[in-house]
């Protein structure tokens, strides 16, 4: 199976740095046209910036129309763009909760709403959102997140059937413990990294790359009829009670 998705035009939301970043650069060895969106940029990433606030709804029309300008379409839209609020619900503030659903969740509405009108017009489209394995099985100091996660989910499969009249798919992603700066995976002791490890049916932290992987299949042609869900992309994580019973001596 060859999944060609040369000459579409993506957009990535969250390119700046950290996974959207490898994502972005994904489909640009992938020969996409690809655009991405963050408020500040890494040096180096090979591919056009554009400066946009995913929770501005001003900042959000001028980037796609700046896309539009451009390239004339919107194929594909990825949006990773996220923040991390952590603190036990009684520690949480009005302002550190707001934040996280004006990112994770505002953010995915507007851009998803203004990107939406585009592939209306040409009856196609991609629309892939970054949800979370959180969103499955939350964490103890994770209200924030997890249920922001949980609503991009919600979301995802009510844009998929408002938008199967124009032949637009719509899918959510859960990426499992890929370390990146936000997490701190990478930076773990070695005891609480083999405890969370001991999670995942493929012992090992996941990578952008495999989560790249996802997304050009799904951005492809031969993901055509694949729409409304959510795909977990985490190794299996906590597919069983205890994955490392299977690597125990019997």
């Known amino acids: 199976?060859?999944?060609?998705?040369?000459?579409?035009?993506?957009?990535?939301?969250?390119?700046?740095?950290?996974?959207?970043?490898?994502?972005?650069?994904?489909?640009?060895?992938e020969g996409s046209r690809v655009v991405g969106f963050d408020r500040a940029f890494e040096p180096g990433g090979g591919?056009?910036?554009v400066v946009c606030d995913v929770t501005d709804p001003a900042s959000v029309a001028a980037a796609v129309e700046a896309v539009v300008q451009r390239w004339g379409t919107i194929d594909v839209l990825v949006n990773n763009a996220g923040v991390n609020v952590d603190g036990r619900v009684a520690d949480l503030t009005w302002d550190g909760w707001r934040r996280c659903f004006d990112v994770n969740v505002?953010?995915?509405?507007?851009?998803?709403q203004a990107v939406a009108e585009v592939?209306?017009?040409?009856?196609?489209?991609?629309?892939?959102?970054?949800?979370?394995?959180?969103?499955?099985?939350?964490?103890?100091?994770?209200?924030?997140?997890?249920?922001?996660?949980?609503?991009?989910?919600?979301f995802t499969r009510v844009l998929a059937s408002e938008l199967g009249p124009w032949d637009v798919t719509v899918n959510a992603y859960a990426p499992g413990m890929v370390p990146t700066a936000m997490n701190g995976f990478a930076d773990l002791p070695p005891e609480r990294a083999d405890e969370l490890l001991d999670t995942l049916s493929l012992r090992r932290w996941g990578s952008a790359d495999d989560v790249a992987d996802l997304l050009v299949f799904l951005a492809s042609d031969a993901a055509g009829y694949i729409?409304?869900?959510?795909?977990?992309?985490?190794?299996?994580?906590?597919?069983?009670?205890?994955p490392r019973r299977a690597r125990e001596a019997p």
Not at 228 to 237: F, I, N, Q, Y
Request: avoid cysteine; glycine fraction near 14%; aromatic fraction near 6%.
């Open 1 to 29: 199976m060859h999944l060609d998705v040369a000459g579409r035009v993506v957009v990535v939301t969250g390119a700046g740095r950290g996974i959207g970043r490898t994502l972005a650069r994904r489909f640009v060895a």
């Open 47 to 49: 591919f056009e910036e």
């Open 119 to 154: 592939m209306k017009r040409t009856r196609r489209g991609r629309i892939l959102n970054a949800a979370s394995f959180a969103a499955i099985v939350p964490s103890v100091g994770s209200a924030a997140y997890a249920a922001s996660k949980a609503a991009v989910v919600q």
């Open 227 to 242: 729409t409304g869900t959510l795909v977990d992309v985490s190794g299996g994580k906590l597919a069983t009670q205890i």
């Open 106 to 112: 505002g953010g995915v509405f507007l851009v998803s």
